[in-house]
């Protein structure tokens, strides 16, 4: 379903280029839950980017449902893949009811029976009717990420992409956020891309996961060799104790 | 805890007036504090963040702080003027933020801004200042401090910055520092890195650490003792190293909800809230 092939972006053309993705390949089939892990500035996030036409690659390394693509997109190759963000007090138009953020996207692609298919799309992430002419102020950060999730699914893609959709979120709404992307991605049959810092999470709804670090893919592992530690990479093991928590000796 | 408590609270309740009626932020909340690692954990408006601040007398008006009793090494804290609060604060109880971006002054050097917090604490030369924020950054496992000491904020990762802010924190050494989710700006491995200079802090300078945070698995790992918030209320205290056998069902769920590495789940447990736990 996606394909990379030795994705490279660099950031800045004059004066010192950044490298943030170096020859990074992997391929994702459909239905396949991937995950990319990797702390800040790895380029974890700038990978999802590339793939979902927000950041220019350096050249030509995405195929997308078979087809070659760049940063320009059609219409219908923009609906294939809806991307739901970190921060839900970011990603929502402040002056915007959950009913206007939800409407828009079926505005733009000219679909029909809108009024129904918003309703349906709020009920699909657990949302009331009488969320639907709030404002995201209104709404507390489980709710708007709940709100950006049915904004993502209600052009019915098949590949949702998902940049640490819970790292802004308390542990008990992130269970409910994290049950919900799974429901989700059963009923739909979604190809997903999970990115987080959070090992467990990733552990949580991949089946396949990639370790990034300063722009490089370090390894990807099977979601059951990463439960049991089998790694050689000794990055991936560091991330693994730290994920255990504080340890007193010097690693 | 060998000696007295450094810090004894009774009954501490922190509430806001506002248009609609007075929230309790903090409701009935005791606990004592040796010379350990005291972690705080709850969600986001537990009152975690609240009660550290409330310690160090930073609420701000029109919030009203009451207590029973709030003892700081024998003194009394209630009602205590600015003026005292002021030769506490810094000197012998100070805090840690959560994001050095927003704590650091940004057009001071590094070195400057914690060699004033030193000045104003301690009668001393210019040099002998600066020498002791060279050696506090060292302290703090800075690599090259006197890099460092030239730096503006902005010029800092988020691990160099905490670092900084800990020194500047710790330069007069105070016996009570609360730390308020000092990592969760940070990466894992770096985190692990401030962890261990805090934990190094309190073994051999004796201090006592009160380590606010949402995130149970460092709590646990880090802390002697945790109290668990819910709504404003202490539900719950018991030794880091017996989190697993907690007795409220709401740090049971809260160690529940957390995706676990090594023990798959098809379903995340989701919290289910009792009413009966603010009463």
């Known amino acids: ?24 390949s992997f391929a994702v089939a459909k239905g396949e839950s991937f995950g990319i892990v990797g702390e800040s500035g790895s380029g974890k996030s700038t990978i999802l980017k590339a793939i979902a036409g927000l950041v220019d690659p350096d050249r030509l390394a995405l195929r997308i449902d078979g087809r070659p693509t760049g940063r320009w997109r059609s219409k219908a190759e923009r609906r294939l893949l809806q991307f739901v963000f970190q921060d839900p007090y970011a990603s929502l138009h402040p002056r915007q009811t959950v009913d206007d953020a939800l409407r828009e996207p079926l505005l733009i692609h000219k679909l029909a029976d809108i009024d129904a298919e918003v309703g349906r799309a709020l009920a699909d992430v657990g949302l009331s009717p009488v969320h639907r002419y709030r404002f995201p102020h209104q709404l507390s950060g489980g709710q708007r990420q709940r709100v950006a999730i049915a904004r993502a699914l209600i052009l019915k893609p098949s590949i949702l992409l998902l940049d640490e959709p819970t790292s802004a979120l308390d542990v008990s709404i992130q269970a409910e956020i994290l049950n919900l992307i799974s429901r989700l991605r ?28 300063g722009g490089q893919l370090v390894e990807i592992l099977g979601v059951e060799d990463l439960r049991r530690s089998k790694t050689s990479q000794p990055y991936t093991r560091e991330l693994l104790v730290a994920s255990h928590g504080f340890t007193r000796t010097v690693a | ?73 024998g003194q009394d804290l209630r009602g205590l003027p ?81 670092r900084a802010m800990i020194a500047m924190m710790l330069i007069a050494e105070p016996d009570l520092l609360i730390a308020d989710e000092p990592t969760s700006a940070l990466d894992v491995t770096v985190q692990n890195e401030v962890l261990r ?68 789940l098809a379903e995340l447990a989701v919290v ?7 009463i």
Not at chain 1, 2 to 21: M, Q, W, Y
Not at chain 2, 132 to 158: C, F, N, T, W
Not at chain 2, 272 to 278: M, S, Y
């Open chain 2, 82 to 162: 600015d003026a005292e609060w002021q030769k506490l604060r810094g000197r012998r109880m100070s805090m840690v933020m959560q994001d050095p971006k927003y704590s650091l002054n940004p057009v001071l050097k590094i070195g400057e801004q914690i060699e004033e917090t030193y000045r104003l604490h301690h009668r001393s030369s210019q040099g002998e200042a600066r020498s002791k924020a060279l050696a506090m950054l060292e302290a703090v496992k800075i690599r090259d401090p006197d890099l460092v000491y030239h730096l503006y904020a902005h010029q800092l990762s988020g691990g160099m910055g905490q």
């Open chain 2, 272 to 278: 289910t809230r009792d009413p009966a736990w603010l």
């Open chain 2, 197 to 264: 200079i805090l934990d190094d802090l309190v073994t051999d300078r004796g201090m006592g650490l009160i380590f606010i945070s949402h995130n149970l698995t460092i709590v646990g790992s880090f802390c002697d003792r945790v109290l668990v918030m819910y709504g404003g209320r202490i539900v719950e205290e018991l030794k880091a190293s017996e989190l697993a056998a907690a007795k409220h069902p709401y740090t049971q769920a809260l160690i529940k909800a957390a995706p676990s590495l090594e023990h798959p």
């Open chain 1, 186 to 213: 059963k009923t739909y049959q979604l190809t997903s891309i999970l990115v987080s810092h959070d090992l467990g999470v990733v552990a949580h709804l991949c089946s396949r996961i990639a370790i990034m670090k």
């Open chain 1, 1 to 24: 379903m996606i394909e990379v092939t030795d994705l490279c972006v660099t950031f800045g053309n004059s004066g010192r280029p950044i490298h943030a993705v170096r020859n990074v």
């Open chain 2, 1 to 73: 805890m060998s000696d007295a408590a450094l810090l004894e609270v009774e009954d501490l309740n922190v509430s806001f007036p506002g248009r609609g009626g007075i929230t309790r932020a903090v409701r009935n909340a005791s606990f004592s504090l040796g010379r350990e690692r005291l972690g705080i954990v709850g969600e986001s408006g537990s009152g975690k963040s609240t009660t550290g601040r409330a310690l160090l007398g930073l609420i701000p008006a029109p919030g009203i702080v009451t207590a029973k009793r709030m003892t700081f090494g």
